[in-house]
């Protein structure tokens, strides 16, 4: 791509003027159109250093209103970043429906800076592009705009701005070692660039090369190439919309193309259980030691992500109670996942997880998950069939992020069946303490038991991964369930440590 690039096109001051008198109008009418439909935005800048990425950044904003964006300078990683996976800064800072983000360098240092100076390994190095393009992959299939934007220079005119930035004290702070570094290998460091463009270049987040060596010429066209962008996306909605309103819903699939033949659920033991003096032995046992390894987690700084699904009064609360009992309080936290707020449905559906994702050293436990995307937005109709689909691959991708980054990640489904769960209704209603636990909604999604079975199934066939696996855990008998959870926690950081 770089090579390929007429790095001495220029624009005249006169021309420049009456294109940025059509041109920015334009675009601030285009930001009211995506707050009006809802659409998020996100333009992220790149180029070599001094390639005027911040100056670009400015003119592009002259024409925007700022309470509608945010601009994010991704410079090198906090420590709070440093203890979370390498993409965790960027979900964090995803712009809600309607709002932009612009990003002056963005999600690709780890691929280009971190690499020229060595500090990526080739295994990891492959695993940051694959998260760089599911992440891009992503967003943009759940309707988020990803405008690329790469300015190029060549040497001698990096070089020319570099002494100019270093010759007055107010600027020089602006060059850093790093930068001169890269400067003086520029053809190494170009071949990088070239790599990353080409890898990362896809059909849903193309990149958008500006020759920037002249200022006016780079500024029009990165004004010409946003515009356009945020019309051809407009319009694409507003096709949508209308043939959503002829179809009079929107489109609901809660079966899969062909129902698996295959039925994890059915091959459970429900039979499986403890006496109540084997079962307090054994929690002793597997609590103390889960004391003792959640401290060494924090020593050698070891995330672990558990979550937690299963039927209604499936026994998730008693498994998770019995597995904190003697963990540190500091260093845990349960979330229990409720139905997404306004903020959250304005965002990605992974995102708001994303937020809780544990630092290295922690844990962090989800009483239900990310997966009621592919359950109870499948089952009640809350997404498209297209959306729940491709939910399994983002599940994956976003498990594999983590596990990448060093986590320790177990998913349970409580198992039991559907008398013993009538049972526990029952039990629930006739005892005052315990009757908040039951609800209206509980008997009703009793009632769809068959579609949610087979869309259990499917979940625990396409997301159970070596590297984030499930555990079925036969639930019947309370004190078994329970057991089981803690011994499969317990081993996994075992293993983990040894």
Same mark, same amino acid.
């Given at each position: 791509?770089?090579?390929?690039?007429?790095?001495?096109?220029?624009?005249?001051?006169?021309?420049?003027?009456?294109?940025?008198?059509?041109?920015?109008?334009?675009?601030?009418?285009?930001?009211?159109?995506?707050?009006?439909?809802?659409?998020?935005?996100?333009?992220?800048?790149?180029?070599?250093?001094?390639?005027?990425?911040?100056?670009?950044?400015?003119?592009?904003?002259?024409?925007?209103?700022?309470?509608?964006?945010?601009?994010?300078?991704?410079?090198?990683?906090?420590?709070?970043?440093?203890?979370?996976?390498?993409?965790?800064?960027?979900?964090?800072?995803?712009?809600?429906?309607?709002?932009?983000?612009?990003? @002056?360098?963005?999600?690709?240092?780890?691929?280009?800076?971190?690499?020229?100076?060595?500090?990526?390994?080739?295994?990891?190095?492959?695993?940051?592009?694959?998260?760089?393009?599911?992440?891009?992959?992503?967003?943009?299939?759940?309707?988020?705009?990803?405008?690329?934007?790469?300015?190029?220079?060549?040497?001698?005119?990096?070089?020319?701005?570099?002494?100019?930035?270093?010759?007055?004290?107010?600027?020089?702070?602006?060059?850093?070692?790093? @930068?001169?570094?890269?400067?003086?290998?520029?053809?190494?460091?170009?071949?990088?660039?070239?790599?990353?463009?080409?890898?990362?270049?896809?059909?849903?987040?193309?990149?958008?090369?500006?020759?920037?060596?002249?200022?006016?010429?780079?500024?029009?066209?990165?004004?010409?190439?946003?515009?356009?962008?945020?019309?051809?996306?407009?319009?694409?909605?507003?096709?949508?919309?209308?043939?959503?309103?002829?179809?009079?819903?929107?489109?609901?699939?809660?079966?899969?193309?062909?129902?698996?033949?295959?039925?994890?659920?059915?091959?459970? @033991?429900?039979?499986?259980?403890?006496?109540?003096?084997?079962?307090?032995?054994?929690?002793?046992?597997?609590?103390?030691?889960?004391?003792?390894?959640?401290?060494?987690?924090?020593?050698?700084?070891?995330?672990?992500?558990?979550?937690?699904?299963?039927?209604?009064?499936?026994?998730?609360?008693?498994?998770?109670?019995?597995?904190?009992?003697?963990?540190?309080?500091?260093?845990?936290?349960?979330?229990?996942?409720?139905?997404?707020?306004?903020?959250?449905?304005?965002?990605?559906?992974?995102?708001?997880?994303?937020?809780?994702?544990?630092?290295?050293?922690?844990?962090?436990?989800?009483?239900?998950?990310?997966?009621?995307?592919?359950?109870?937005?499948?089952?009640?109709?809350?997404?498209?069939?297209?959306?729940?689909?491709?939910?399994?691959?983002?599940?994956?991708?976003?498990?594999?992020?983590?596990?990448?980054?060093?986590?320790?990640?177990?998913?349970?489904?409580?198992?039991?069946?559907?008398?013993?769960?009538?049972?526990?209704?029952?039990?629930?209603?006739?005892?005052?303490?315990?009757?908040?636990?039951?609800?209206?909604?509980?008997?009703?999604?009793?009632?769809?038991?068959?579609?949610?079975?087979?869309?259990?199934?499917?979940?625990?066939?396409?997301?159970?991964?070596?590297?984030?696996?499930?555990?079925?855990?036969?639930?019947?008998?309370?004190?078994?369930?329970?057991?089981?959870?803690?011994?499969?926690?317990?081993?996994?950081?075992?293993?983990?440590?040894?």
């Amino acid at each position: 791509m770089l090579e390929k690039l007429d790095l001495t096109k220029t624009l005249g001051k006169e021309e420049y003027k009456r294109k940025m008198a059509r041109l920015e109008p334009k675009l601030g009418k285009l930001q009211r159109e995506c707050r009006a439909y809802g659409i998020p935005v996100m333009i992220a800048f790149e180029g070599y250093g001094a390639s005027g990425k911040g100056v670009q950044i400015g003119e592009l904003i002259k024409a925007l209103d700022p309470r509608g964006f945010e601009v994010y300078a991704v410079k090198n990683e906090t420590e709070e970043e440093k203890m979370h996976p390498f993409m965790w800064r960027f979900w964090t800072k995803l712009p809600s429906k309607g709002r932009f983000a612009i990003y @002056d360098s963005a999600w690709y240092r780890k691929v280009l800076a971190d690499r020229f100076d060595k500090k990526v390994k080739k295994g990891k190095l492959e695993n940051a592009y694959r998260s760089i393009c599911s992440f891009e992959e992503q967003l943009t299939a759940d309707g988020m705009v990803m405008i690329k934007i790469f300015l190029a220079i060549h040497k001698k005119e990096q070089k020319k701005r570099f002494d100019k930035l270093l010759s007055s004290e107010e600027t020089a702070w602006r060059v850093s070692k790093e @930068d001169l570094k890269r400067y003086k290998n520029f053809e190494k460091y170009q071949q990088i660039n070239e790599e990353m463009l080409t890898r990362t270049d896809t059909e849903y987040a193309p990149w958008n090369m500006v020759e920037a060596v002249d200022r006016r010429y780079a500024t029009a066209k990165i004004y010409a190439i946003v515009i356009r962008t945020l019309e051809e996306k407009i319009e694409e909605t507003k096709r949508q919309r209308k043939e959503l309103k002829k179809a009079g819903k929107q489109e609901v699939c809660t079966s899969s193309d062909g129902r698996l033949k295959e039925s994890v659920l059915g091959k459970t @033991d429900l039979s499986l259980c403890y006496t109540r003096e084997a079962y307090k032995k054994k929690l002793d046992k597997l609590q103390k030691k889960m004391e003792k390894l959640h401290g060494e987690l924090y020593r050698r700084r070891i995330p672990v992500v558990l979550g937690f699904e299963g039927w209604d009064a499936g026994g998730k609360g008693g498994a998770i109670k019995r597995l904190t009992e003697r963990m540190d309080p500091r260093g845990y936290v349960v979330h229990p996942t409720a139905s997404p707020n306004d903020i959250e449905k304005a965002h990605h559906y992974l995102w708001r997880f994303w937020m809780d994702m544990p630092k290295a050293g922690h844990v962090t436990i989800f009483d239900r998950t990310w997966y009621g995307r592919v359950m109870v937005e499948r089952i009640e109709g809350f997404c498209t069939k297209q959306e729940w689909q491709r939910a399994y691959k983002e599940i994956n991708d976003m498990e594999k992020d983590l596990t990448d980054a060093g986590a320790i990640v177990l998913k349970f489904w409580m198992q039991i069946d559907k008398d013993e769960q009538a049972r526990r209704f029952k039990a629930r209603q006739e005892n005052p303490e315990k009757r908040w636990k039951i609800t209206e909604e509980d008997w009703r999604n009793r009632e769809k038991w068959d579609q949610y079975e087979e869309a259990v199934d499917e979940m625990l066939i396409r997301t159970s991964t070596p590297n984030a696996p499930w555990v079925v855990v036969e639930g019947n008998d309370k004190y078994y369930a329970r057991i089981k959870v803690l011994e499969t926690v317990v081993d996994a950081i075992e293993a983990r440590l040894r």
